[in-house]
């Protein structure tokens, strides 16, 4: 064992002189007079050990010798009787969070205590710290950073494992241990509800022996509810994806809770309405808008290439122009140049199924005039009466051309969910927030290689969906003021 105390010291005369052995050594040295340098013990930050010696050890990690200095160490369990007899010296090396990024090798030379208590079960009894329980074999400190560094930092336990030197069981209990706190609050009252799904990994299916059929075993869906007028991220989720998963979970929250929600954002999903209208009556519904244009471009896009197969009797290809313009079709109308303009009108206009596909374009931008309304655009809310009378034009324009069945079709469906779309333009309340956490959601799985484990799937998926917030509520005292500024109007 290295030089004592008098190696933190630098007294190069007293180093050798004594040498730490045991902690029997230590206690001749104060006996002897030397006072040992507590400035060690203060940065590296223990309660309850005297840092008594650092070293280089073999590897080039430094070796930090301490030994235990805590009121009642030897104090007795079973029976709190106070020892005076050494049973035993042991050296335990606990691991402990890294120096400067280079790893530490702490040596703890502690005592096993002989209980005097002669009816006392106990024989002996080791030295413990709040930091290092019994039967522990890490910091308390080393297990808080790895978990904080997968809460706060994103990474895996995997990652945070290796980078603390302990195994992924410790680091996820770290983990679980630090965020269960925070998955238990209860989210607090929203005025805008988002609701959408994902999906981790493939669903899992059995075959069965009798009638040779496959039955699903596991769904992979998971509902995720999202706070879309607050900062809450994502207030919770659900496994399955049925009406009554989502309902489910709706039920498990406060009436006070449900009646504050005025305005829920979903796709064109008939289950999320549903669970929506029976457990939350009083909520209007909104469709979220971007599904709605991407349903018109879909159309376009449908009938495009049903007019290239009637006209050249195959599917179209580079050169064709109307596959040609695929791209001019699915953007905004007032986003082209003159000259793409005119590359459009200059196609469709030359061929009878041309002009099928300028129908679906022209109602697809019908059905955007409607979106146009919003306050975000207009800077002005919208009545109701304009927006009903934007799709009865659409309508109109559909019905005029009943003979292209996919007009038909879009015109059923945006009539079957107009309500929601006039809901969504008058709030101006969209699922985008929904999507992006959704996206993090999905992330996190990758980063995971995947989750086996359901649980430690929402607990994840969770923690990374409401990272921003718990930083945002930590940097609320923050004064900068950050300036916001609208949509400039067009100068043309
Ligand atoms: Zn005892």
Redesign the pocket.
Same mark, same amino acid.
């Given at each position: 064992m290295p030089g004592g105390p008098a190696a933190c010291r630098g007294d190069e005369e007293a180093r050798g002189s004594y040498d730490l052995g045991s902690y029997q050594d230590i206690k001749h040295q104060e006996a002897a007079g030397i006072v040992f340098y507590d400035t060690a013990s203060a940065l590296f930050g223990v309660e309850g050990l005297r840092v008594t010696d650092v070293d280089t050890g073999p590897g080039g990690a430094a070796e930090v010798w301490a030994v235990t200095d805590l009121p009642g160490a030897a104090c @007795? =369990? +079973? #029976? +709190?009787?106070v020892s005076s007899r050494v049973h035993e010296t042991v050296v335990a090396r606990p691991g402990d969070v890294r120096r400067a990024g280079d790893p530490v090798d702490l040596r703890w030379v502690k005592r096993r205590w002989k #209980?005097l208590?002669g009816e @006392? =079960?106990?024989g002996t009894?080791t030295e413990s710290l709040p930091q290092v329980p019994p039967r522990c074999r890490v910091t308390g400190r080393l297990r808080e950073q790895a978990g904080a560094e997968v809460a706060e930092r994103g990474i895996t336990p995997a990652e945070a494992a290796r980078h603390a030197g302990i195994s992924w069981p410790v680091a996820h209990d770290a983990f679980a241990a630090r965020v269960s706190p925070v998955l238990e609050e209860r989210p607090a009252p929203v005025a805008h509800l988002g609701i959408d799904e994902h999906r981790r990994g493939r669903p899992r299916w059995c075959k069965d022996p009798d009638t040779g059929e496959y039955a699903q075993l596991a769904d992979r869906w998971h509902v995720c509810f999202y706070d879309l007028s607050g900062s809450q991220g994502m207030l919770g989720q659900v496994e399955g994806r049925t009406a009554d998963d989502a309902a489910y979970w709706l039920a498990g929250a406060t009436p006070a809770w449900r009646d504050a929600v005025q305005v829920v954002a979903i796709d064109m999903c008939t289950i999320f309405a549903s669970a929506v209208r029976r457990m939350l009556p009083r909520a209007k519904l909104a469709v979220d808008l971007f599904h709605v244009v991407q349903l018109a471009v879909k159309t376009a896009g449908d009938v495009r290439r049903r007019a290239i197969r009637e006209l050249y009797g195959r599917r179209g290809k580079s050169g064709d122009p109307e596959y040609g313009i695929k791209h001019l079709l699915e953007r905004n109308v007032e986003t082209l140049s003159p000259d793409d303009f005119a590359k459009i009108i200059g196609t469709l206009d030359a061929s009878a199924e041309g002009q099928q596909i300028a129908l679906a374009w022209i109602a697809k931008e019908k059905l955007r005039d409607v979106l146009k309304l919003r306050a975000r655009v207009t800077g002005s809310t919208p009545c109701e009466r304009q927006v009903r009378d934007r799709l009865f034009s659409f309508y109109d324009w559909c019905a005029r051309h009943e003979d292209t069945p996919e007009l038909v079709t879009l015109a059923n469906t945006i009539a079957r969910w107009e309500d929601e779309i006039v809901t969504a333009v008058l709030t101006g309340v969209t699922n985008a927030r929904s999507e992006s956490l959704n996206r993090i959601a999905k992330l996190e799985a990758r980063l995971a290689y995947g989750f086996r484990n359901p649980a430690n799937q929402r607990r994840r998926v969770r923690i990374a969906c409401t990272r921003g917030t718990r930083r945002r509520s930590r940097t609320a005292t923050s004064t900068r003021e950050r300036t916001v500024t609208g949509r400039q109007p067009n100068p043309g």
């Open positions: @007795c =369990p +079973g #029976c +709190g009787t #209980c208590n @006392c =079960p106990r009894f």
